[in-house]
């Protein structure tokens, strides 16, 4: 079956950290760019974090820079995100999404796992 | 950063009839590689996003032909030629030219 399947959130305090996983099934995970987008609760969509299908690089939101890392696993079909130094407008639901390379095109979401950050 | 801005915020359609959501970009989104950087996705009540079309105008496989995008440079069109039940929903314009990618704030589409 293809899909991505998103886990880790949770409700925390501010300050803390907290790691997103997402596991993909069912395709070549290794050969897409891999993005993380969020949305907060009742708002639009935001564009996080991107990298590349060989984790050679690494792009970032301006709200995340310095405090969120993404990374990947491809023998484990895995994208992470670290995210440290939580803030309260940090609480969104957290999506992976695949990217068609070369594109805009993100044609399969996971889900999306919920992050709480409140004292 | 790229501000995108979709007008209207909100669309009450009749079932059967048109709807259009317009976008504009602050920056041109045309490459010097050729293509139009910009995508439409929507977002079903309690799903995440799905596409729609892509390099303005191009739908993604399954997407019915009632929607069709148009649009270069800055200023850009969804169209849905006869709207139905299950096209309600959240509609984003998004760029990919620059990063950060950006999204439009979402206009809603209602039925009446």
């Known amino acids: 079956q293809v899909q991505l399947v998103e886990s880790g959130g949770g409700v925390v305090q501010p300050g803390t950290s907290l790691r997103l996983s997402c596991v993909a099934s069912?395709?070549?995970?290794?050969?897409?760019?891999m993005h993380w987008v969020r949305q907060a609760p009742g708002k639009g969509l935001e564009w996080v974090a991107v990298i590349w299908y060989d984790g050679s690089h690494e792009k970032y939101g301006n709200s995340v820079k310095g405090r969120f890392t993404i990374s990947r696993d491809n023998s484990k079909n895995t994208l992470l995100l670290q995210m440290n130094s939580l803030r309260a407008e940090d609480t969104a639901v957290y999506y992976c999404?695949?990217?068609?390379?070369?594109?805009?095109?993100?044609?399969?979401w996971g889900q999306g796992t919920m992050v709480t950050v409140s004292s | 950063d790229i501000v995108m801005t979709q007008t209207p915020f909100s669309l009450s359609v009749t079932p059967g009839q048109p709807a259009s959501i317009s976008c504009k970009s602050s920056?041109?989104?045309?490459?010097?590689?050729?293509?139009?950087?910009l995508y439409w996705y929507l977002q079903k009540p309690g799903q995440p996003p799905q596409l729609l079309i892509y390099e303005v105008s191009n739908r993604f496989s399954g997407v019915p032909d009632r929607f069709s995008g148009s649009g270069a440079g800055t200023e850009f069109t969804l169209k849905i030629s006869r709207v139905e039940a299950e096209d309600v929903g959240l509609y984003y314009c998004?760029?990919?030219?620059?990063?950060?990618?950006?999204f439009g704030q979402g206009t809603k589409v209602e039925i009446k």
């Open positions: 998004m760029q990919s030219i620059q990063v950060p990618w950006t």
């Open positions: 069912g395709f070549m995970f290794g050969s897409f760019g």
């Open positions: 999404a695949r990217v068609i390379s070369g594109t805009g095109s993100f044609d399969m």
């Open positions: 920056q041109s989104l045309l490459h010097s590689d050729g293509q139009t950087y």
